[in-house]
């Protein structure tokens, strides 16, 4: 329904000063960016290697699921609450540089697994490095920029994501082609280094550099906090408070863009096995074709997404975020049922196009709703519930 704007929480720090110049807060979401693209080559890349992984270390699919979901996910996400509570209260920019730091040595590290469950908890240290990210990197956004730019900016954040999974997969095809010609290596301390182990290192070492690019962005003024006084600090218990008087939108929320995040991890998870086992096709094919359809489309999608829902809030759409992801999903659901469907590899391939236009297009949205629907001392919080 169309109707006027009326005051949300986001909106006290209409009253706050002036914000940053544009072109500085760009650079921040930049940065902030080039973070992200490094998560998601760290966390995708395992989808490319899964059959040596398999081989070497003689585990399932099931097993494989679990280190590309289950280890990562669980503690990406339980960590993320404390984490978001620290953001609400301490440096976000120092609490950012020890993410990335934590999970580029996690990833690096994964030269020196030699068995399931060495692996696995790697995989578990990558999870809570990159739960510091998102949380923190929302909370700074929302004070950078005006609400009637917000999902535009978080949505450039948000290609991070196609673009960290596009590279994983165009860079990884290159590295695995790489790593088995090579041939296994010895190093000294190390002993034994499998090709796909070199892979994760090859991906993690440079992450080490880049957490130090986080002590190049300024705190920014914590927006709306003046308007709260003594208030301004809260607790967990206090944010779960404003949630349950809340819990329609919020819940609603959540369910509604959980349910499509997972529609699009499991693509990305497992369509290189789909190509390669059911159409034959070389993980350099796959990577290539894929890992240009998720830069180009999926970038292309979340930036889209927010444009829409910043304008679409400007005409007076209160719930302009919400209908941008029903739009997507609306859009997804005959295009994910289709695809794998398609007995041509090329024409399958094709409508992963589109598929992963439809699929980012709510994630900038989707946060950026849920930082306007929280007061300020809680944005960090919030982040790291959604």
């Not at 399931?116 to 923190?136: D, T």
């Not at 900016?153 to 290609?159: E, F, L, R, T, W």
């Not at 440079?206 to 709306?224: H, N, S």
């Not at 999608?301 to 609306?330: E, P």
């Amino acid at each position: 329904m169309k109707t006027e704007a009326g005051p949300r929480p986001a909106d006290s720090h209409l009253h706050d000063e002036p914000y940053p110049s544009p072109a500085y807060a760009w650079y921040v979401v930049g940065v902030l960016m080039l973070m992200y693209v490094l998560s998601f080559v760290d966390r995708q890349i395992l989808s490319l290697i899964v059959d040596p992984v398999k081989k070497d270390l003689g585990v399932s699919d099931t097993q494989m699921g679990l280190l590309m979901g289950f280890s990562f996910a669980l503690f990406y996400s339980i960590l993320g609450v404390p984490l978001g509570w620290l953001a609400d209260r301490k440096s976000r920019r120092s609490i950012i540089a020890v993410g990335v730091a934590v999970w580029s040595t996690m990833t690096a590290a994964c030269i020196v697994a030699r068995q399931f469950w060495q692996l696995f908890m790697l995989r578990v240290g990558v999870g809570i490095g990159e739960a510091a990210l998102s949380p923190a990197a929302y909370s700074l956004i929302t004070d950078y920029f005006p609400r009637h730019r917000l999902a535009t900016a978080i949505s450039v954040y948000g290609m991070g994501i196609y673009i960290g999974s596009g590279l994983a997969f165009l860079l990884g095809g290159y590295v695995v082609e790489f790593a088995k010609t090579s041939g296994t290596v010895v190093w000294p301390l190390v002993g034994e280094i499998r090709p796909w182990q070199l892979v994760f290192f090859v991906v993690g070492a440079p992450g080490l550099l880049i957490a130090m690019l986080a002590y190049t962005i300024r705190e920014p003024l914590r927006r709306g906090l003046k308007q709260l006084g003594p208030n301004a600090q809260v607790s967990f218990p206090q944010f779960l408070r404003y949630v349950r008087q809340n819990a329609a939108a919020v819940w609603c929320h959540h369910l509604g863009f959980a349910l499509l995040a997972f529609l699009g991890y499991a693509t990305i998870s497992w369509i290189a096995a789909f190509f390669i086992r059911v159409h034959g096709w070389s993980v350099k094919d796959v990577a290539n074709s894929y890992g240009l359809a998720v830069m180009i489309f999926g970038g292309t999608g979340i930036t889209f997404g927010g444009v829409l829902a910043d304008w679409l809030s400007r005409r007076g759409y209160r719930d302009a975020k919400m209908r941008t992801g029903l739009i997507a999903a609306l859009l997804c659901l005959p295009l994910s049922i289709i695809f794998p469907l398609v007995p041509n590899a090329t024409l399958a391939m094709i409508l992963v196009c589109p598929l992963a236009f439809a699929q980012a297009m709510p994630f900038g949205a989707a946060p950026a709703a849920m930082q306007e629907m929280m007061p300020a001392n809680m944005r960090g919080q919030a982040g790291a519930f959604y």
